[in-house]
């Protein structure tokens, strides 16, 4: 008789785990949609937002690096952690006029905290969804240029050859926090002024090398093609330079967009904790006894 007792209660328990599990596994499933319908709707007000914006991209990319390249191996501080929306770090000589590009992003925030139920969205995550929006961008533009201008070509070609496929892991980095106080000053170079010596530097501390800094060019001033001169003039710099000119002259752009959306990712979580569970939230609890059968 002890002994039944003894199994039943064990099936029981085995039981009560199982639908235990299923319970864990059902909240899981739902966090995760609401986290990736949130962030569906974060992309498209920020695809439409550079869309009409077209001229601040590249100051966009900017802003996304100088947040993220704030971080410091050695004392674990630092990276995109929205630090650069505060006024005493966006006034910095090396963040002049990405004023501009932050307002942009500060009007997108406010359409996508209206229709958050999961709360507002960090600067952190907006800025570093803004980096790959505006990095989305120039390369359907790219596609486009191909096609003669032709828009619904473009379209399809980077539909068919492009590396959307390739932003999964920074799509599961989502849920940075942001910091409220600025980061320390003189860890970010004035991109313009570097020398690529130094701008080189900058990226072997983050662990990073020339082939990461030839695949950024993008992201150092408005001018791609005149970052690249001058970063080509490095002989450690230049086969990289080459080798993404010559992709971004084929029609999949392959080896330069794989490249820099790797790249953009290591940047893009430097030093972060990412909360996967950020942004999600509680259903509403129904009274299933005023339900009409």
């Known amino acids: 008789m002890i002994m039944n007792l003894s199994v039943d209660s064990s099936q029981d328990l085995i039981a009560r785990s ?14 995760r949609r609401q986290r990736s319908e949130f962030q569906s709707k974060v992309k498209d007000v920020l695809y439409r937002a550079l869309k009409g914006n077209q001229d601040l991209i590249p100051s966009v990319l900017t802003l996304s690096l100088n947040d993220a390249i704030t971080y410091d191996k050695a004392t674990k501080t630092g990276g995109p ?7 005493s770090e966006i006034s910095r000589p090396e963040n002049k006029n990405l004023a501009a590009a932050l307002s942009l992003l500060e009007e997108a925030k ?17 800025i570093q969804l803004g980096a790959q929006s505006a990095v989305k961008s120039t390369f359907l ?36 926090s942001d910091a409220e106080e600025a980061d320390p000053e003189g860890r970010v170079p004035q991109w313009e002024k570097a020398s690529v010596e130094e701008i080189k530097n900058k990226f072997i501390a983050l662990g990073f090398g020339p082939r990461q800094v030839a695949v950024m060019s993008a992201f150092f001033g408005p001018d791609q093609l005149a970052t690249e001169a001058l970063l080509a003039a490095d002989p450690q710099v230049q086969p990289w330079v080459q080798k993404y000119q010559r992709s971004r002259e084929t029609v999949s752009q392959t080896d330069y967009e794989v490249d820099l959306i790797t790249t953009l990712t290591k940047l893009s979580s430097l030093g972060q904790q990412i909360n996967y569970e950020a942004y999600s939230y509680a259903l509403p609890k129904v009274d299933f006894s005023k339900l009409k059968l």
């Open 110 to 126: 406010k359409e996508i905290d209206s229709d958050s139920k999961g709360g507002p969205i960090s600067y952190a995550d907006l």
């Open 81 to 87: 952690n929205g630090s650069i929306r505060l006024s």
């Open 18 to 31: 199982s639908s235990l599990v299923e319970v864990a596994n059902a909240a899981d499933l739902i966090q």
């Open 141 to 176: 533009a790219s596609a486009i240029r191909k096609c003669g201008g032709n828009e619904e070509k473009g379209s399809l070609l980077y539909s068919a050859y492009g590396s959307s496929g390739q932003w999964g892991l920074f799509d599961k980095q989502f849920g940075r």
